[in-house]
């Protein structure tokens, strides 16, 4: 993990929800991962959102492979 990276990612209370933030923006990691799930390219979002840098794509990635591991619990 590039904590550089994660230093990107804030959560900030009363700024978009309290939810994680590109730093310094109001675009939601969330709104990152969700252009890239629709099948965005980096190019694209990029050419969207001329505030972004790609390092900040690669942020909200990791951030998402952080918060997606933790244990799950099955019980039988």
């Not at 590109?22 to 190019?43: C, T």
């Not at 972004?52 to 794509?57: D, G, V």
């Amino acid at each position: 993990m590039d904590h550089n990276l994660l230093s990107r990612i804030t959560v900030e209370e009363g700024k978009c929800g309290g939810r994680p933030c590109i730093r310094g923006l109001r675009i939601r990691v969330q709104d990152v991962l969700g252009l890239l799930g629709a099948g965005a390219s980096f190019d694209e979002i990029l050419e969207d959102y001329p505030c972004l840098e790609r390092e900040n794509i690669f942020a909200a990635l990791q951030y998402a492979a952080l918060q997606a591991d933790h244990a799950v619990l099955m019980t039988s």
